[in-house]
């Protein structure tokens, strides 16, 4: 698809689909052209680089949109790569690349999906086209403006999940849990790999004299390149806020390996003297146990007290519970209860 945007030195303002008045209005230095080029063929892109006479790397950048964000200065026109940033789905983060050529008097836009944020800037002239006035540089503000501005629902969104996953990894440290926090530990890494150069190409934008851009203009530059060293601070606050999750959750995979280690321990200490005596009391003697029968009574007193009599030792000393230490018989029964 594509559309067309012409305002003419008298302040007359056309919109069409059809191309075969731009070389007439690009012959005009007073007029404000903008083509917005939506998901269109090669073939189609290549004979619209040739109406504005655009370098062959300029045209291969335009066919294969697989670009970091970028600047370029050529005699005629600057080349500028600009990432918009889709809602985070499925724990994936979708970019629309958004390649613009600026000239004096035209700006041309190309994409391949339909770009919401395109579409608003251009309704937005068309029904007031005052922003026309400033010529086509100031249209790349406005385009910048609304690619830039999207940025921060979707930070905001993403600061929720991890506010989320913080306090879930404190109550309940699930191995889901760690495949989250690197699902969106990836996520943070692609948002600073795409903030991080395009914060660049505006403060390349806002502190070089190009011949293209208002020197007006330019000022509005530098209002982009804040929020975007603002969007940059706030993904690498993310970034060290998911590292210490990680760490969280490693610490408290490790807490809760050592409760059930101490646990084991306890149960096995509980068990030890109980194998003692079975095995001395086992052994191959004339009569069992020895002369005397009451000693087996005493040996299976001793067998039924010693374990409760251990668990009560190691519960007023604190090692069954990361409470205080159960000094008494009524916290002791209080505890057993809540174990059941």
Same mark, same amino acid.
Request: contains cysteine.
């Given at each position: 698809?594509?559309?067309?945007?012409?305002?003419?030195?008298?302040?007359?303002?056309?919109?069409?689909?059809?191309?075969?008045?731009?070389?007439?209005?690009?012959?005009?230095?007073?007029?404000?052209?903008?083509?917005?080029?939506?998901?269109?063929?090669?073939?189609?892109?290549?004979?619209?680089?040739?109406?504005?006479?655009?370098?062959?790397?300029?045209?291969?950048?335009?066919?294969?949109?697989?670009?970091?964000?970028?600047?370029?200065?050529?005699?005629?026109?600057?080349?500028?790569?600009?990432?918009?940033?889709?809602?985070?789905?499925?724990?994936?983060?979708?970019?629309?690349?958004?390649?613009?050529?600026?000239?004096?008097?035209?700006?041309?836009?190309?994409?391949?999906?339909?770009?919401?944020?395109?579409?608003?800037?251009?309704?937005?002239?068309?029904?007031?086209?005052?922003?026309?006035? *400033?010529?086509? $540089?100031?249209?790349? %503000?406005?385009?910048? +403006? /609304?690619?830039?501005?999207? &940025? @921060?629902?979707?930070?905001?969104?993403?600061?929720?999940?991890?506010?989320?996953?913080?306090?879930?990894?404190?109550?309940?440290?699930?191995?889901?849990?760690?495949?989250?926090?690197?699902?969106?530990?990836?996520?943070?890494?692609?948002?600073?790999?795409?903030?991080?150069?395009?914060?660049?190409?505006? *403060?390349?934008? $806002?502190?070089?004299? %190009?011949?293209?851009? +208002? /020197?007006?203009?330019?000022? &509005? @530059?530098?209002?982009?390149?804040?929020?975007?060293?603002?969007?940059?601070?706030?993904?690498?606050?993310?970034?060290?806020?998911?590292?210490?999750?990680?760490?969280?959750?490693?610490?408290?995979?490790?807490?809760?390996?050592?409760?059930?280690?101490?646990?084991?321990?306890?149960?096995?200490?509980?068990?030890?003297?109980? $194998?003692?005596?079975?095995?001395?009391?086992?052994?191959?003697?004339?009569?069992?146990? @020895?002369?005397?029968?009451?000693?087996?009574?005493?040996?299976?007193?001793?067998?039924?007290?010693?374990?409760?009599?251990?668990?009560?030792?190691?519960?007023?000393?604190?090692?069954?519970?990361?409470?205080?230490?159960?000094?008494?018989?009524?916290?002791?029964?209080?505890?057993?209860?809540?174990?059941?």
């Amino acid at each position: 698809m594509q559309r067309m945007l012409v305002r003419r030195s008298d302040g007359a303002v056309e919109t069409s689909a059809d191309l075969a008045l731009l070389a007439d209005a690009l012959r005009d230095p007073h007029c404000t052209i903008w083509v917005d080029v939506e998901g269109e063929p090669a073939e189609s892109i290549t004979a619209l680089a040739a109406r504005f006479d655009l370098h062959p790397v300029t045209l291969e950048d335009f066919i294969n949109r697989n670009q970091r964000p970028k600047i370029e200065e050529f005699d005629q026109y600057i080349f500028v790569v600009i990432h918009a940033l889709q809602p985070i789905r499925d724990d994936e983060l979708v970019t629309e690349e958004l390649h613009v050529a600026l000239k004096q008097n035209c700006l041309l836009t190309v994409h391949d999906r339909p770009l919401d944020l395109a579409k608003r800037v251009f309704d937005r002239c068309v029904a007031d086209p005052k922003p026309l006035q *400033n010529g086509p $540089s100031f249209l790349l %503000y406005l385009l910048s +403006d /609304a690619v830039v501005d999207g &940025y @921060f629902p979707i930070l905001d969104a993403l600061g929720d999940e991890i506010d989320t996953l913080e306090d879930a990894v404190v109550e309940t440290p699930a191995r889901a849990r760690m495949r989250r926090i690197f699902e969106i530990k990836r996520v943070v890494v692609q948002l600073r790999k795409i903030v991080s150069p395009q914060r660049e190409v505006y *403060n390349t934008l $806002s502190r070089r004299d %190009y011949a293209y851009i +208002d /020197a007006r203009t330019a000022v &509005y @530059f530098r209002d982009v390149h804040d929020h975007l060293v603002r969007a940059f601070e706030v993904i690498d606050s993310y970034r060290d806020l998911v590292a210490n999750i990680l760490d969280a959750y490693l610490a408290a995979i490790s807490v809760r390996l050592g409760q059930v280690m101490k646990q084991l321990t306890v149960i096995a200490t509980i068990f030890m003297p109980l $194998s003692f005596l079975t095995g001395f009391f086992g052994m191959n003697f004339t009569r069992i146990p @020895f002369d005397h029968a009451w000693l087996l009574g005493l040996v299976l007193a001793m067998m039924a007290g010693l374990p409760v009599a251990m668990l009560i030792f190691f519960a007023r000393r604190g090692w069954l519970t990361d409470e205080r230490r159960i000094t008494s018989w009524a916290r002791l029964r209080a505890w057993l209860r809540r174990r059941r």
